[in-house]
């Protein structure tokens, strides 16, 4: 099975346990990912840091799509 790679920018939620101040940074963050895209439903997409040959996959992330800012495939 053939892979695409993708290359995507989201925003992740952020936390903070314990007091600080009101006025510290609360901002979500910025990510950035490269990845072999695995699976993409409606609302989700899952990469992979590596694909085998054999359909197996090392590592995943699953990213929900209202949180991505910008997607493109990226041709190897």
């Known amino acids: 099975m053939k892979y ?5 920018e989201w925003v992740d939620a952020t936390a903070e346990a314990g007091w600080m101040d009101l006025g510290a940074d609360k901002s979500m963050v910025s990510i950035k990912t490269v990845g072999w895209l695995v699976e993409e439903t409606k609302t989700y997409i899952s990469v992979s840091t590596s694909v ?3 359909g197996h996959m090392n590592g995943y992330l699953t990213v929900p799509k209202a949180w991505i800012t910008k997607r493109r495939y990226v041709k190897l």
Not at 4 to 8: G, P
């Open 4 to 8: 695409k790679v993708i290359y995507f």
């Open 52 to 54: 085998s040959n054999h």
